[in-house]
């Protein structure tokens, strides 16, 4: 079996283990966009990368906001419900807020909730971000194609029957 094919079969299983209980409303480019009954029908985009690390931003409107989350498989010391300090750094803008250590279908990861729309488009036209952790670790992310994935996202959440609340 071809690398690239055992790679686009762990990616697709993968996709289809996180996207438990989600239903898949498309694509846009390297993302994938889900609708999320837990958050109200909130769209999200998802997408692995290096590492298997995988990540999601999305709208969640049962808590009138968005939410960034990331998981890994070797982040062994993320405790579920614990919380820490995570910081984005886009270069000349800079967010902070509270992180939440959660387990998705077993794998550890963090889930950072905010009502701040500035967010979002900074993550949509950037090109990277620098997570830096509570600990001080540190995850540089590629956002190619984030600021279609996040039109998708908004399109997909217009199209649910709750409306996003302000």
């Known amino acids: 079996m071809s690398r690239g094919l055992l790679t686009a079969i762990v990616?697709?299983?993968?996709?289809?283990?996180?996207?438990?209980?989600?239903?898949?409303?498309?694509?846009?480019?390297?993302?994938?966009?889900?609708?999320?009954?837990?958050?109200?029908?909130g769209c999200l985009a998802w997408k692995p990368f290096e590492g298997d690390m995988t990540v999601e931003i999305g709208v969640a409107p049962n808590q009138a906001g968005g939410f960034f989350a990331a998981y890994n498989p070797i982040w062994v010391q993320i405790e579920d419900g614990s919380t820490g300090i995570v910081n984005f750094d886009f270069g000349d803008a800079?967010?902070?807020?509270?992180?939440?250590?959660?387990?998705?279908?077993g794998v550890p990861g963090g889930y950072a909730f905010f009502d701040n729309p500035a967010f979002v488009t900074e993550f949509g036209k950037r090109q990277s971000v620098t997570i830096i952790g509570e600990s001080g670790a540190e995850v540089e992310l590629?956002?190619?194609g984030s600021s279609k994935a996040i039109e998708a996202v908004l399109t997909c959440q217009a199209e649910q029957p709750e409306p996003l609340k302000n």
Request: no cysteine; proline share 2%.
């Open 142 to 144: 590629d956002l190619s």
């Open 11 to 41: 990616v697709l299983f993968a996709g289809a283990a996180l996207a438990a209980g989600m239903e898949r409303w498309g694509e846009s480019g390297d993302w994938t966009i889900l609708i999320d009954p837990e958050k109200g029908n």
């Open 94 to 105: 800079k967010f902070e807020g509270e992180a939440v250590g959660v387990f998705k279908n």
